[in-house]
């Protein structure tokens, strides 16, 4: 059976917040859908150890901001890529509303907004699907709504290569004072304008860091493993990825994830 046949189905992606005994929380998802006209009605699912789990299930009620082809990676970055467990996201963030029911709804990379009230919760072992009612809903503007395809290929910034530059052109360090030189080729009779060695005292960058300061390529500067969603590009920083791990952004389970 092959799982990626799941990620053919067409995806929008959506800001889902909520408001708790005066904190702020949001997160990425995927999951909002239509399911009936009459009344109007969506659904919700959220993994159960999501904070925004929590607080819909405390409170009954969420905000849903559809994400635009507007949106830049800094709104995956501040409501996707931290817990609200750890990080205040709405710290500093200006780009946001509240409507009629005291909750948070982004206004900058959205094209439109819903307050829902939940009627009915489903409990699905790891997540609970939530079933709203609409209570409010505002048009922010034309912009299409992104899809998730529309996010890794046009939102989401594609990794560097190790050893070049966003632009593409390498990079030449001197192993006796660390200077870069950036260049497709390393002019023979280059000397280092720093420690005046010569070309041949150049190497071509491999790992991205002076040799005192070298890090392990899949490493972060702690010397933690960095492992990435395969689907997404989400990097979780751990020396394991727990058995149980669920990718933040794409919902997908470790046999997903590899080592950088």
């Not at 699905?124 to 034309?142: C, P, R, Y």
Request: proline share 5%; glycine share 8%; hydrophobic share 30%.
């Amino acid at each position: 059976m092959d799982k990626k046949a799941m990620y053919k189905l067409s995806y929008g992606l959506f800001v889902v917040t909520a408001r708790q005994d005066g904190f702020d929380n949001g997160c990425i998802t995927n999951t909002v859908g239509q399911v009936t006209t009459t009344p109007n009605r969506i659904s919700l699912t959220v993994n159960k150890d999501n904070l925004t789990h929590e607080m819909i299930q405390n409170t009954a009620k969420f905000n849903v901001s559809v994400i635009s082809k507007a949106a830049d990676f800094a709104l995956f970055k501040r409501f996707g890529f931290q817990s609200g467990r750890d990080a205040d996201k709405f710290e500093g963030f200006g780009k946001c509303n509240r409507s009629s029911n005291d909750l948070y709804y982004v206004t900058e990379g959205t094209n439109a907004f819903m307050s829902a009230k939940v009627c009915q919760a489903i409990d699905l072992g790891t997540h609970t699907m939530f079933i709203a009612d609409i209570t409010d809903m505002e048009v922010l503007d034309d912009t299409p709504s992104s899809t998730y395809e529309y996010y890794l290929s046009n939102i989401k910034p594609r990794p560097a290569e190790v050893g070049k530059t966003p632009e593409g052109k390498t990079i030449w360090r001197c192993i006796i004072c660390g200077y870069e030189y950036i260049g497709d080729e390393l002019p023979e009779d280059f000397v280092c304008p720093i420690c005046k060695h010569p070309a041949s005292d150049f190497e071509k960058v491999t790992g991205g860091a002076a040799p005192e300061e070298a890090v392990p390529v899949g490493k972060t500067p702690e010397g933690k493993t960095i492992w990435r969603c395969t689907v997404c590009g989400y990097e979780y920083e751990g020396d394991e990825l727990p058995e149980d791990f669920e990718c933040p952004i794409c919902g997908v389970v470790p046999s997903e994830f590899e080592k950088v």
